[in-house]
């Protein structure tokens, strides 16, 4: 789009569709940021009233206080009740951890990890604990500013230096925890800073952390990231454990394809959590209890007790057995890893027992109708499934189940009575995945056999067990306090076993149609071929037999392509709402990978229901959400690079050649179709038009206020009158421009380029201000004439149209200023948080800081127009070329997120070029 197509049909038809996508666009985004599902994590308790011990960064043995060099931040250790006293006289004697919070974080958020694996700790009376340390950054804003990222790695690797000198050499590793952007600088003070090793982290814990950021807001965040990148491969050789843990899809400020770490030893979302099962959003991810517990589990399970004093394992391999227990892989209910025992070969007690085989291929045992139907003292039940050749698959649920080796695969060779028993067997237990049960719990087990596989080991059944003492009522305590893993009263034991061949229960998506499940059947999968973003599922139960128990399904969506990213969601009995599950990891990344393998559902099923289901494509507004997700950071250069094309006719004085604008239009057309970028552009189109007519408006009924607001702020500054002020202040807007870009200027050694840039838009908006006050009603006319809003009747008077381009071309320079000045909005916040400390902002961007100091030089100014009747000369013709360039350039590289440090440079290139051409026009 451009905006100054004249020809009527296809301009008011580029901008009806613009304005309707527009509004689908700003219906999707209100959608992503409100509809999720409910937050049902519980909030973690304190031992005792929680106490934050200050540190100082220097120690005695110092010459300098280091502490001064970094005024915002503080080092802290954590204490509840008498271990706060202990931690006063500074003295430490367990396994130091540091926690890092995010951008603009707080030290205090380290409370509900720290608290519970206290209360750990003393409750369990073991021989060690965990020392937990956290950092105050004074809520600087590390997500936005490069140069604040930097500042505080290395004040993180001062504290690690503090730390250890805690410890007088007794501690030589540490365990880091890094939140959000803290996870980042966590990496950047192991592999950035010289004076530290990286070697001295054992663990390296990530929580919602943007390892793929959206946008690099400037060039020293882009270095940052491209130096850990270069980096990240020392942690592994120095054997560094690197744990990266996502919310899911309630984290709308780092999306779980941004948490996903290429380089890390396990990537996980809480979603997929055994026990979790949860998502959480950006902050509830450090407080939910259910996750919590399985990190400060994972870390109990890495600690050798051996060691003198106890320590983390030297082994990666355990490290990482321990952290695959707790987040991946937990096949059986054991809470500790200390406590698990397994064994491939299996051999059958001789007991009193009894051994079942049902010919049925689909059916359910319930230890209460057998103890109901054997009123004797319960014996040890084995039930029997044939392994047939017409049969490949076999699941099995098992609910309430105690037992923690309960399945096998063995040779019935053995006639023990009236019965064909097996005397050894092969345990296949380890393959059982701990699934949550209504509500999350209780629990069960629930296990996926290929028996194509098992057939090789020469078997002829497999074997559930359900030992004789479980059958009586059980109640599971442990010494944790995890209310969301306790049982339920009704401890009736139910398996159930579904025998089938796995084409029957494979589905593609491809043509699907709604189809109806057969009573007994535990499982479907559904191959997502032609699916990319959202899908929608809706389960129908009805004729519901057996006892009163409530019945649910559960769906799950596998992204194979990243393991750990699935996803969880219940369905309870008789709901009739669809649910729909978003793929999280990166939209790139799943259209390249799913050309090779596609997502999957697995659905599991009630076998005491029938099943209506209907899977299908999410609808439009939840697509749209997830282009929001994935691609809203494309929206800035392509409104600017159709900024730039609409410059470009204008300073050329095409308009009314209607073949120039139909190739422009067309090319621009080609360029975002075939970069998948119809929609984006169009968002542009709109936004464009919005802010031009926004304009327009708040000049006419708002430029007195701002008039009156620079005034008021000028005769407080320099101590003049009201009438001084008002006259000055005109003085410098319109007839003395070069004054007032001079004033501007001289403020960045003392502030920042950045709120040079921010205030040199504020004047241009007062020189829009005095021009209505000349042009109140050509402006309004302007305006309605140029969207077609009204015909025009006076095309005969030059004047007017000069009025009217002028007015046109001023509105254009303005947004064009607007959008130059949206990068150094980040950079103004940094300074204004660190104003109080110092007025003068040190760690500006280089580039930046002469980009700003171009653009306010020459936009104050007034150098920079375009002239209201142009000439056609080679150098305007070039100009305009030039720009169109630059703005298809900002398309094509709309998806490169590496290049938006870029646009300020760029940007201040053009505003030099435009400003020549106008000198010489």
């Avoid at 950021?213 to 060039?219: C, L, V």
């Avoid at 940052?224 to 120095?238: M, Q, T």
């Avoid at 327009?696 to 500054?717: D, E, K, M, P």
């Amino acid at each position: 789009m451009l905006l100054t197509i004249r020809t009527p049909v296809v301009y008011g038809l580029l901008l009806s569709i613009s304005l309707i996508i527009f509004l689908l666009y700003i219906v999707g985004a209100a959608h992503y940021l409100t509809d999720h599902d409910e937050n049902t994590c519980d909030m973690t308790y304190m031992f005792e009233y929680p106490q934050y011990v200050r540190i100082g960064l220097s120690s005695n043995d110092d010459d300098i206080p280091q502490d001064y060099l970094y005024p915002r931040f503080g080092l802290y250790a954590y204490g509840e009740g008498f271990v706060t006293e202990r931690l006063r006289k500074m003295h430490f004697s367990g396994i130091p951890v540091l926690f890092i919070p995010g951008n603009a974080g707080s030290h205090e958020q380290v409370r509900s990890l720290a608290s519970i694996s206290l209360r750990k700790s003393l409750k369990s009376r073991t021989m060690f604990h965990f020392d937990y340390f956290t950092i105050s950054f004074g809520k600087d804003y590390s997500a936005l500013y490069g140069g604040v990222l930097k500042e505080e790695t290395d004040y993180v690797a001062k504290c690690l230096q503090r730390i250890f000198s805690l410890y007088q050499g007794k501690v030589k590793n540490i365990v880091l925890i890094g939140h959000s952007m803290g996870g980042l600088i966590a990496k950047g003070a192991l592999l950035m800073t010289p004076e530290i090793n990286s070697n001295i982290a054992s663990i390296l814990i990530t929580l919602a952390t943007p390892h793929k950021p959206s946008i690099y807001p400037d060039r020293t965040f882009l270095n940052y990231y491209h130096k850990l990148a270069l980096s990240n491969e020392y942690l592994k050789n120095n054997g560094t454990t690197v744990i990266s843990i996502g919310g899911g899809s309630r984290d709308i400020m780092v999306p779980s394809s941004q948490s996903i770490d290429e380089h890390a030893d396990l990537n996980v979302l809480a979603t997929n959590i055994p026990g979790v099962w949860r998502s959480t959003d950006h902050l509830c991810i450090l407080w939910c209890k259910q996750l919590i517990i399985k990190i400060i589990r994972s870390l109990f399970d890495c600690v050798d007790i051996t060691q003198r004093p106890p320590g983390i394992f030297n082994s990666h391999e355990h490290r990482m057995k321990a952290f695959n227990w707790h987040l991946v892989q937990r096949y059986s209910k054991e809470k500790h890893l200390s406590r698990v025992s397994y064994s491939e070969k299996y051999d059958f007690p001789r007991e009193k027992s009894e051994w079942i085989e049902y010919l049925r291929r689909q059916y359910s045992w319930s230890s209460k109708n057998y103890t109901r139907n054997n009123p004797k003292k319960p014996v040890t039940v084995y039930l029997m499934v044939r392994v047939q050749e017409y049969i490949d698959t076999l699941t099995v649920d098992a609910i309430h189940l105690k037992n923690r080796d309960w399945i096998f695969a063995c040779m019935a060779s053995e006639i023990r009575g009236q019965s064909r028993v097996c005397s050894t067997g092969w345990n296949m237990s380890n393959r059982t995945r701990i699934v949550p049960g209504l509500m999350r719990k209780p629990w069960k087990y629930s296990i996926d056999l290929d028996l194509s596989e098992i057939r090789n080991l020469k078997v002829s059944h497999i074997v559930i067990r359900i030992p004789a003492e479980t059958m009586n009522r059980f109640k599971d305590n442990d010494d944790d306090d995890d209310e969301d893993e306790d049982e339920e009263d009704d401890d009736d034991q139910i398996i159930h076993i579904d025998a089938h061949a796995r084409a029957e229960r494979y589905k593609r998506f491809t043509n699907m149609k709604p189809w109806t499940s057969e009573r007994g059947y535990l499982r479907y999968h559904v191959a997502l071929e032609s699916i990319t973003d959202v899908v929608s599922v809706e389960l129908k139960s009805s004729n519901c037999v057996g006892d009163s128990r409530n019945h649910f399904s559960m769906v799950e969506l596998l992204e194979p392509w990243v393991p750990g990213s699935g996803q969880v969601h219940f369905f309870a009995e008789n709901e009739t709402i669809s649910k729909s599950l978003k793929l999280q990891t990166v939209h790139s990344q799943r259209l390249r990978m799913m050309k090779s393998q596609s997502a999957e559902l697995r659905l599991t099923l009630d076998p005491a229901c029938t099943y209506s289901i209907n899977v299908k494509r999410g609808d439009f507004i939840e697509r749209m959400a997830c282009l929001v997700r994935d691609r809203w950071s494309s929206i800035y250069p392509i409104t600017v690079g159709l900024l730039l094309l609409s410059i470009g006719q204008r300073i050329e004085a095409q308009e009314e050649d209607r073949t120039s604008t139909t190739a422009i239009v067309i090319i621009t057309g080609i360029l975002c179709v075939s970069l998948n970028l119809v929609i984006e552009c169009c968002v542009g189109v709109a936004i464009l038009h919005f802010m031009a007519i926004g304009i327009c408006c708040s000049v006419v009924f708002f430029g007195s206020v701002a008039h009156n607001i620079a005034v008021r702020f000028l005769a407080r500054a320099v101590t003049f009158s009201t009438t001084w002020s008002d006259w000055v202040l005109g003085g410098l807007v319109n007839q003395l421009p070069i004054v007032a870009a001079g004033f501007l200027l001289s403020m960045i050694p003392a502030t920042c380029g950045a709120l040079a840039t921010l205030l040199s838009v504020f004047i241009h908006f007062l020189r829009l201000t005095s021009m209505y006050e000349d042009y109140l009603e050509e402006l309004l006319l302007a305006s309605m004439r140029h969207f077609n809003l009204l015909r025009r009747k006076d095309r005969g008077s030059d004047d007017s149209e000069s009025i009217r381009a002028n007015i046109l071309n001023q509105i254009l320079l303005f947004l064009f200023s607007c959008f130059v000045a949206i990068p150094a909005i980040p950079t103004a916040l940094v300074w204004a948080k660190n104003f109080s400390y110092n007025t003068r902002l040190m760690t500006e961007d280089q580039v930046f800081l002469y980009s700003w100091i171009v653009l306010v030089g020459c936009g104050t100014s007034g150098l920079v127009k375009i002239p209201a009747k142009p000439s056609n000369s080679y150098r305007t013709k070039l100009l305009a070329t030039l720009l169109r360039c630059l703005g298809w350039i900002a398309l094509a590289t709309a998806n490169g997120a590496h290049y938006y440090w870029c646009f300020p440079p760029s940007l201040a290139v053009v505003v030099v070029l435009i400003a020549i051409n106008a000198h010489h026009s």
